[in-house]
């Protein structure tokens, strides 16, 4: 039987950079899920008998979502729903079931790096046909239909038993629980040399792979130990749970310090990693070196030919705006093109499909290529592993010889959590009035060159994004960008990106905040961060 059931719209349902994410109760409000699930149906076109990907990161009321997704799939007309068995499936991996399988599209239940529980937070966010998030015109109608919905459908099913692998029957729709690791592996072992991989394994080769309690734990655990023979005990923590066991699943140098003091230690293994809630972040740490997320972009991108599946190289490299410009000059010696977008993989979306990029990174721990539409967090791990096979050195090696011929981009993001809304505003309203009086003042003894509010426009539909974030850039290349970030579910996070770009290889040793100490305090003199804010030190330096 389907149901027509009245609602009333709620007036906080607009989605961010990658869905709407909000604390577990607010979505156990009566009805908040089935609207926001309904105003996405209702934004969608031609989509009866279509087939539908559900999935999610297996934190607190995932399970829950899913059987109201299923009902309301076939209470809408969805001709097929395809979830992941025990409701998983890492944010990549749902996008390589999307695109492989030619599906309409799917529901990814996911506050990805945020943490999970009954008190903690929760995520709905649709990626389109093409795998990737859904494009800033759909979320702004899902975000329309939000405000003026009255009702919603759903079918008065059973629930449907998503641990076991098959398909069942419900309200005249096909369900199919499918294993959610099977489909990506056999992506991965496409696009990697396996047996090089194997051998790398048999000679020694220690690694460390952190799955947090979150949704990789599966992948790596089949992939690593499983199929590329890596000891047993080489993943860890990769039973995924509802609150990620009390942790806070961001693989940063906060919340995977655990693991950077092992890697830093006398012991060490030769390789570390570790991914987030959904599995499309990283974190990558060679034996004594952290490599930072902006210099992983760059240096996969210079040695993606080593792996078969780049063997022919690359079309152009994407870059989220606050990233550091390490890529840039990657893409500058290889001849190819190098695109600055907003923050959000959304926009990488069109350059991927256009065929004009091929690597994609952001500097908070998201790097991907044109495989999927999602950042991929054990992609960037098997890369950099082919990428040490096939070079045989070690981590430290390949970062050091990177930067004696690209130069070293000193870089670090400071994030202000949890600030009051109307304070952050209030900064960035300040700062966003005197941009025009910046370009030609001194600051800490270093000019300002230019100052703007960024702008994309965006080269394949000709689309423009404005107010992505405020660039204050100074003489020499060195910059500090402001932004405020649309991942958080309550208050405010004022991310602060510092960069300072050193050709010198005899410099290239100092210690980032040493070397940044400049810049930070030039940032806090410009934008005020301490009087607005109220603090006197970030929440998180990574």
Not at 289 to 295: A, H, K, L, M, N
Not at 302 to 323: C, E, F, H, V, W
Not at 389 to 417: F, L, M
Not at 516 to 538: F, N, V, Y
Request: proline share 5%; charged share 25%.
């Amino acid at each position: 039987m389907i149901r027509t059931v009245p609602t009333k719209p709620y007036s906080d349902q607009r989605p961010g950079t990658s869905g709407l994410r909000k604390k577990v109760p607010v979505f156990q409000q009566e009805h908040y899920a089935e609207n926001f699930i309904q105003s996405i149906f209702d934004a969608l076109d031609d989509f009866k008998g279509k087939t539908l990907v559900i999935g999610g990161d297996g934190r607190f009321y995932n399970r829950e979502v899913i059987q109201k997704a299923i009902a309301m799939a076939a209470a809408n007309g969805f001709g097929k729903v395809m979830v992941g068995q025990g409701g998983i499936l890492s944010t990549p991996a749902a996008s390589h079931v999307i695109r492989k399988y030619k599906t309409f599209g799917g529901i990814i239940l996911s506050a990805s790096h945020n943490p999970g529980g009954p008190h903690e937070d929760f995520g709905i966010k649709y990626n389109a046909g093409n795998g990737g998030p859904a494009p800033e015109k759909l979320t702004d109608a899902i975000f329309a239909r939000t405000k003026a919905i009255s009702n919603f459908k759903i079918a008065d099913v059973e629930p449907i038993d998503i641990d076991t692998v098959g398909t069942v029957r419900a309200a005249g729709m096909t369900v199919e629980i499918i294993d959610p690791v099977a489909d990506y592996a056999e992506l991965m072992e496409s696009l990697f040399d396996f047996e090089a991989l194997r051998e790398l394994f048999k000679s020694g080769f220690r690694m460390r792979f952190d799955a947090m309690h979150a949704v990789t734990g599966p992948y790596a655990k089949e992939i690593l130990e499983n199929r590329l023979g890596a000891p047993n005990g080489t993943c860890r923590n990769f039973k995924p749970l509802p609150d990620f066991g009390g942790h806070h699943p961001d693989p940063n140098l906060v919340h995977a310090k655990h693991l950077y003091d092992e890697m830093m230690g006398p012991d060490a293994p030769d390789f570390g990693a570790a991914s987030d809630g959904d599995g499309d972040r990283n974190l990558i740490i060679g034996k004594g070196i952290f490599v930072t997320p902006s210099d992983s972009v760059a240096m996969l991108a210079a040695n993606a030919r080593l792996a078969p599946g780049y063997k022919d190289g690359l079309k152009g490299i994407a870059r989220s705006m606050p990233t550091s410009g390490a890529a840039d000059r990657v893409a500058h010696k290889l001849g190819i093109g190098i695109y600055e977008t907003p923050t959000g993989w959304k926009f990488f979306g069109n350059l991927l499909d256009a065929g004009m990029a091929t690597i994609c990174g952001e500097e908070s721990a998201g790097t991907g290529s044109n495989h999927v539409r999602e950042k991929d967090g054990l992609w960037a791990v098997l890369l950099w592993l082919n990428i040490l096979a096939a070079r045989g050195e070690s981590c430290k090696q390949i970062v050091t010889e990177h930067w004696a011929a690209y130069g070293r981009n000193y870089y670090s993001r400071h994030d202000y959590e949890e600030v009051e809304s109307d304070r952050a505003n209030a900064l960035v309203d300040e700062l966003r009035a005197k941009l025009g009086s910046l370009p030609g003042t001194s600051v800490r003894g270093m000019t300002i060159a230019s100052a703007d509010d960024f702008a994309y426009h965006d080269p394949v539909d000709g689309s423009t994004s404005e107010h992505q974030g405020i660039r204050v850039l100074f003489e020499g290349g060195s910059r500090v960008v402001f932004r405020l970030s649309g991942t958080g579910t309550s208050g405010a996070t004022l991310r602060v990106y510092i960069e300072r770009y050193e050709p010198d290889k005899s410099r290239h040793d100092l210690d980032t905040q040493a070397a940044l100490a400049d810049l930070i305090a030039a940032a806090d003199d410009i934008a005020g961060i301490r009087s607005h804010t109220g603090r006197a030190k970030p929440s998180v330096i990574t």
